[in-house]
């Protein structure tokens, strides 16, 4: 169950202010936390500190505290991290209120107070000059709307934004199936970065091709019938391009994915159909929701299916000197 008025959300970062002070020790372990409140801890690696647990916690009072455990840390149970310029025993009371815990679950529960405007001015000069030789991580911004693209990236604990790309997605004379899915992505990056050179912008691109013809995303319900019946009982392949642009200049790829599908009838087609999730996907179908009920193999990279090929999309970003270091980006 999740903790009685609190609001647990995935870590996207640290806090409002951008920094954070210990100030309590909770008994408890991540494992724990999990089981009994339903807290969902993500693991990374920390310099100094070897593998970690983190969990973002958002209380009702709109405070935010990260939940942590490292590997070195010289006594179990988890760190509670409050804002710089928060209130230490404010914060702890409202979160073991909000688990439903008393005092005694704090192994250590610090009693400073929030710092004063000298003090927290001196602590933000120390940060800038620790930090002002290290790069600045760019900003990741996903050039699409589909939920299932931000839902990966998601996936990998990395902060993003989306900004969906208008283009023409016309075909050219003598083009290509997967020459027009990575052409296709690598103009979506472009159109975004052209106005946020700033960030590593990823565009991505998927199309269904059976007997040589492109499957787009069915016009109504009688046509998505017929795409899934033609692809009932046969073999397809799916293409998906995918780029990324950075500072004026764009890397891209190409994942081609053979699927098979299990005979379907006219029945089970129209089932499928009216559940709706078809209608808006290339080809007709999700194979990430009731679709997988359809699929009866692949050959290839499920997630170029879903529509956005995770390993090469991070190879792409490491092209661009930065490479994925398990919910964050480090400089390569």
Same mark, same amino acid.
């Given at each position: 169950m999740n903790p009685r008025g609190a609001i647990v959300a995935p870590r996207t970062g640290r806090w409002p202010s951008g920094d954070s002070r210990f100030v309590a020790m909770l008994a408890l372990e991540p494992v724990q936390l999990a089981g009994r409140y339903g807290i969902s801890f993500i693991t990374w690696e920390a310099d100094g500190l070897g593998p970690c647990e983190g969990a973002g916690v958002r209380l009702p009072s709109g405070r935010h505290l990260l939940l942590t455990r490292h590997e070195h840390q010289p006594e179990p149970g988890t760190w509670v991290e409050a804002d710089w310029a928060d209130d230490a025993r404010e914060?702890?009371?409202?979160?073991?209120?909000?688990?439903?815990? =008393?005092?005694?679950?704090?192994?250590?529960? &610090?009693?400073?107070? +929030?710092?004063?405007?000298?003090?927290?001015a001196r602590f933000h000069d120390v940060a800038r000059r620790f930090t002002m030789n290290r790069p600045a991580v760019p900003p990741l911004v996903l050039a699409s709307q589909s939920p299932r693209r931000a839902e990966l990236i998601g996936r990998l604990g990395l902060e993003f934004e989306t900004l969906p790309a208008d283009i023409d997605e016309s075909y050219q004379q003598g083009e290509t199936p997967p020459e027009h899915a990575e052409r296709l992505s690598r103009e979506k990056a472009l159109k975004i970065a052209a106005d946020r050179s700033?960030?590593?912008?990823?565009? &991505?691109?998927?199309?269904?091709?059976?007997?040589? =013809? /492109?499957?787009?995303?069915?016009?109504?319900?009688?046509? +998505?019938?017929?795409?899934? %019946?033609?692809?009932?009982?046969?073999?397809? *392949? /799916?293409?998906?391009?995918?780029? /990324?642009?950075?500072?004026?200049?764009?890397? !891209?790829?190409?994942?081609?994915?053979?699927?098979?599908?299990?005979?379907? @009838?006219?029945?089970?087609? *129209?089932?499928?159909? =009216?559940?709706?999730?078809? %209608?808006?996907? +290339?080809?007709?179908?999700?194979?990430?929701?009731?679709?997988?009920?359809?699929? =009866?193999?692949?050959?290839? @990279?499920?997630?170029?299916? %879903?529509?956005?090929?995770?390993?090469?999309?991070? !190879?792409?970003? *490491?092209?661009?000197?930065?490479?994925? +270091?398990f919910g964050r980006l480090r400089a390569v």
């Open positions: 914060a702890c009371r409202e979160l073991l209120d909000a688990l439903g815990l =008393d005092e005694r679950t704090c192994t250590w529960m &610090s009693d400073e107070p +929030a710092p004063g405007p000298d003090e927290t700033e960030a590593l912008v990823v565009g &991505s691109d998927t199309i269904v091709v059976i007997d040589g =013809d /492109v499957l787009g995303k069915p016009r109504g319900r009688e046509h +998505a019938i017929e795409m899934l %019946m033609r692809l009932s009982g046969r073999e397809h *392949e /799916v293409c998906t391009g995918i780029a /990324v642009a950075h500072g004026g200049r764009v890397e !891209s790829g190409l994942e081609r994915v053979r699927v098979r599908f299990r005979t379907l @009838d006219r029945s089970a087609a *129209e089932e499928y159909v =009216d559940t709706g999730e078809p %209608m808006d996907k +290339a080809g007709a179908y999700g194979i990430q929701g009731f679709g997988s009920a359809i699929v =009866d193999g692949i050959d290839g @990279d499920y997630f170029a299916v %879903m529509g956005l090929p995770v390993v090469r999309m991070l !190879s792409l970003i *490491e092209r661009h000197g930065w490479r994925y +270091a």
